[in-house]
């Protein structure tokens, strides 16, 4: 816990703008704009929930280039809200 140090976020840095940069060059990877469509808000004190339909499918589409990607790099990504105990870091962790 806490805030990184320099040299963790450089490490951080470093691990991900490749697996980031790969996303993005695949064919699915959206290309110019997209849509997302606000749904009625959730406030309650000081918390705020703020739900976005994935309008056009561009979210969907990014997130299965990511999730490629992390793969590619040797890693296993974390998706949904359930178990995540069968995901792993990329191998510089």
Excluded: H, N
């Amino acid at each position: 816990g806490g805030p990184l140090d320099a040299d963790a976020r450089r490490r951080l840095v470093a691990a991900w703008t490749p697996v980031l940069e790969a996303a993005r060059r695949a064919p699915e990877w959206p290309k110019g704009e997209f849509q997302l469509r606000m749904g009625p808000p959730t406030l309650e004190g000081a918390a705020g929930i703020f739900r976005y339909e994935d309008s056009d499918g561009a979210v969907w589409a990014m997130r299965r280039c990511l999730e490629a990607a992390i793969v590619a790099a040797g890693g296993v990504p974390a998706i949904g809200g359930g178990d995540r105990s069968s995901a792993k870091p990329l191998p510089s962790f």
